[in-house]
């Protein structure tokens, strides 16, 4: 941020900002207002901060002053002078935080200058309509008690409202009853005061509104409906400033729910109301996709010449697909546990390469669907393709890995020699950081042991993982209490000398009386080397 004695550039930068001579906690506050989408959150901080530092408080009054004073400026391609009030000369960004400033903070400020700055925002929209302002002073107009007229309009314009009307006819007929808002009925909340007074309750059920087909929506739905009613009228104020600093009006509010993620928790109601064939759909924005990057898979069969480094925009479908269910699907038609281990590679890399990253639980289905079934199906040396998939893979989406393949890996009843070889390859990879391998040795602890496990566990530890004495205590616990159930098993004896011997100085007295213990009943041939190694661990 720049500094309050430095004059910064306009919004054409041809000069300083219209605030530079301000004083500088209004310099400051502008300043913040002007730094992007999240301005209004920013200048609430600079509030703060000013607060904090016990001097005088932020004077709105003089601000609010400042932003009506006219001054000269010049005008148009003549050069001729025109007055014009400081608000009119902020870019219209910091225009728009301002306004979303002034809407939470507004109990707080003189109301006579608040209602001169809606004045002069509210003249300027005549000339240079901008229906997010013309919002935005709606809303504060009303809040102020100024906006008796203005009650019952919408703040929406045509083109918006035609548009969400287009939308809610749309959503409605996906099973969800999406219902525009309606104009009260004066009879009937006539009749609702009066069954107030007298104290009675109403015999017969409400009547809900009809779908647009005319039907009544099932009850489960409409029990639905009002949980999230509930949870709408249960959410903070703050959060209608979130929504309001959105500068340009593109960028998402990152607490906002998508509508995806509301499809998902609708899922299994959906499921039973419509039946598994017409709830196992992508969405038909998404599906029209699909053809296009089936075409783009079909290439990996005729030869990797000739394709390019850049991941191509089809794979941005990925980025679409938002609950879960609709990534299992797009996988499972794509047929990517299909691909060959040429094209499996070749896909890993423009993933790789995507922006932005995968979310997690995208990442986490793609690993199911590219590697989770083509490990296990396994019966020899994975190939080296495979191997340099997984690594890459497994070295950005190491949390990913470890959930949807290292466990279940692992924990399958017919993982063999080949599943733990290209497991100890993976864990042997250098590309892997020593926050991924911390992660591995977590998931690793949580599953219950066996032989493969023991091998698996040996090539991570041989990699000196740097862990917290508390995960080190559970790894100490857990390897003591699989000794007695090891007695013959020479992955666990070659694990337990890799782990007295890298991690000597972490071995506290009570851990090596314990090894002691766990050691005793070793029958293996390295049962010697065992015994002389913990002799070594002693005082």
Same mark, same amino acid.
């Given at each position: 941020?720049?500094?309050?004695?430095?004059?910064?550039?306009?919004?054409?930068?041809?000069?300083?900002?219209?605030?530079?001579?301000?004083?500088?906690?209004?310099?400051? @506050?502008?300043?913040?207002?002007?730094?992007?989408?999240?301005?209004?959150?920013?200048?609430?901080?600079?509030?703060?901060?000013?607060?904090?530092?016990?001097?005088?408080?932020?004077?709105?009054?003089?601000?609010?002053?400042?932003?009506?004073?006219?001054? %000269?400026?010049?005008?148009?391609?003549?050069?001729?002078?025109?007055?014009?009030?400081?608000?009119?000369?902020?870019?219209?960004?910091?225009?728009?935080?301002?306004?979303?400033?002034?809407?939470?903070?507004?109990?707080?400020?003189? !109301?006579?200058?608040?209602?001169?700055?809606?004045?002069?925002? &509210? +003249?300027?929209?005549?000339?240079?309509?901008?229906?997010?302002?013309?919002?935005?002073? !709606?809303?504060? &107009?009303?809040?102020?008690?100024?906006?008796?007229?203005?009650?019952?309009?919408?703040?929406?314009?045509?083109?918006?409202?035609?548009?969400?009307?287009?939308?809610?006819?749309?959503?409605?007929?996906?099973?969800?009853?999406?219902?525009?808002?309606?104009?009260?009925?004066? !009879?009937?909340?006539?009749?609702?005061?009066?069954?107030q007074q007298s104290g009675k309750r109403r015999k017969e059920p409400e009547?809900?509104?009809?779908?647009?087909?005319?039907?009544?929506?099932?009850?489960?739905?409409?029990?639905?409906?009002?949980?999230?009613?509930?949870?709408?009228?249960?959410?903070?104020?703050?959060?209608?400033?979130?929504?309001?600093?959105?500068?340009?009006?593109?960028?998402?509010?990152?607490?906002?729910?998508?509508?995806?993620?509301?499809?998902?928790?609708?899922?299994?109601?959906?499921?039973?109301?419509?039946? %598994?064939?017409?709830?196992?759909?992508? %969405?038909?924005?998404?599906?029209?996709?699909?053809?296009?990057? &089936? &075409?783009?898979?079909?290439?990996?069969?005729?030869?990797?010449?000739?394709?390019?480094?850049?991941?191509?925009?089809?794979?941005?479908?990925?980025?679409?697909?938002?609950?879960?269910?609709?990534?299992?699907?797009?996988?499972?038609?794509?047929? @990517?546990? +299909?691909?060959?281990?040429?094209?499996?590679?070749?896909?890993?890399?423009?993933?790789?390469?995507?922006?932005?990253?995968?979310?997690?639980?995208?990442?986490?289905?793609?690993?199911?669907?590219?590697?989770?079934?083509?490990?296990?199906?396994?019966?020899?040396?994975?190939?080296?393709?495979?191997?340099?998939?997984?690594?890459?893979?497994?070295?950005?989406?190491?949390?990913?890995?470890?959930?949807?393949?290292?466990?279940?890996?692992?924990?399958? %009843?017919?993982?063999?020699?080949?599943?733990?070889?290209?497991?100890?390859?993976?864990?042997?990879?250098?590309?892997?950081?020593?926050?991924?391998?911390?992660?591995?040795?977590?998931?690793?602890?949580?599953?219950?042991?066996?032989?493969?496990?023991?091998?698996?566990?040996?090539?991570?530890?041989?990699?000196?993982?740097?862990?917290?004495?508390?995960?080190?205590?559970?790894?100490?616990?857990?390897?003591?209490?699989?000794?007695?159930?090891?007695?013959?098993?020479?992955?666990?004896?070659?694990?337990?000398?890799?782990?007295?011997?890298?991690?000597?100085?972490?071995?506290?007295?009570?851990?090596?009386?314990?090894?002691?213990?766990?050691?005793?009943?070793?029958?293996?041939?390295?049962?010697?080397?065992?015994?002389?190694?913990?002799?070594?661990?002693?005082?």
């Open positions: 941020m720049l500094t309050p004695d430095a004059a910064p550039l306009g919004a054409e930068g041809a000069g300083p900002a219209p605030w530079a001579q301000l004083e500088a906690p209004a310099r400051l @506050l502008l300043q913040a207002l002007q730094a992007g989408p999240e301005g209004a959150r920013r200048g609430l901080g600079v509030l703060r901060a000013l607060g904090s530092r016990g001097g005088e408080p932020f004077c709105w009054g003089r601000f609010l002053e400042a932003l009506c004073r006219e001054e %000269p400026v010049v005008q148009g391609p003549d050069g001729r002078l025109e007055l014009k009030p400081l608000l009119l000369r902020l870019p219209q960004l910091c225009q728009r935080n301002l306004m979303s400033l002034l809407m939470a903070v507004w109990p707080s400020l003189p !109301e006579s200058g608040l209602l001169s700055v809606l004045q002069i925002a &509210q +003249q300027d929209l005549v000339s240079d309509p901008d229906a997010w302002l013309r919002a935005l002073g !709606e809303l504060l &107009q009303r809040d102020l008690g100024g906006g008796a007229s203005l009650e019952g309009a919408s703040l929406l314009s045509k083109r918006c409202q035609r548009q969400l009307q287009g939308l809610c006819r749309q959503l409605g007929q996906g099973g969800r009853r999406l219902k525009l808002p309606q104009v009260p009925d004066p !009879e009937q909340e006539e009749e609702d005061r009066d069954s009547e809900e509104p009809a779908s647009p087909d005319g039907e009544r929506a099932p009850k489960r739905f409409r029990c639905a409906e009002r949980g999230e009613e509930a949870d709408e009228d249960k959410r903070p104020a703050h959060e209608s400033l979130e929504s309001l600093a959105g500068g340009e009006g593109a960028s998402p509010i990152k607490n906002q729910p998508v509508l995806g993620a509301e499809t998902s928790k609708a899922s299994p109601r959906l499921e039973d109301a419509k039946g %598994p064939a017409e709830s196992l759909r992508l %969405p038909k924005a998404l599906q029209d996709q699909v053809p296009r990057l &089936q &075409q783009l898979l079909k290439t990996f069969g005729e030869g990797l010449e000739g394709l390019e480094d850049a991941p191509p925009v089809e794979l941005q479908l990925l980025h679409e697909c938002s609950p879960s269910q609709q990534m299992d699907l797009l996988c499972a038609q794509l047929q @990517l546990p +299909q691909l060959s281990d040429t094209g499996l590679l070749q896909l890993c890399t423009w993933l790789l390469a995507l922006s932005p990253d995968l979310s997690f639980s995208n990442a986490t289905v793609l690993t199911r669907s590219l590697f989770l079934g083509r490990i296990l199906s396994l019966t020899s040396s994975a190939s080296r393709l495979l191997t340099t998939a997984l690594t890459s893979f497994c070295a950005k989406y190491t949390h990913p890995v470890c959930r949807a393949l290292l466990g279940p890996v692992l924990q399958a %009843p017919d993982t063999g020699p080949a599943q733990t070889e290209l497991l100890c390859c993976l864990m042997k990879d250098e590309s892997l950081e020593p926050g991924a391998l911390v992660l591995m040795l977590g998931q690793i602890l949580e599953l219950p042991w066996k032989e493969e496990t023991f091998l698996v566990l040996q090539s991570l530890l041989e990699r000196q993982v740097e862990m917290t004495p508390e995960k080190f205590n559970v790894l100490m616990e857990k390897l003591c209490k699989e000794g007695l159930a090891a007695t013959t098993s020479m992955a666990y004896a070659k694990l337990m000398l890799t782990v007295m011997i890298k991690y000597q100085a972490n071995i506290t007295e009570a851990q090596r009386l314990g090894l002691a213990v766990a050691l005793e009943p070793n029958t293996t041939f390295l049962r010697k080397s065992l015994q002389a190694t913990l002799r070594h661990l002693g005082p």
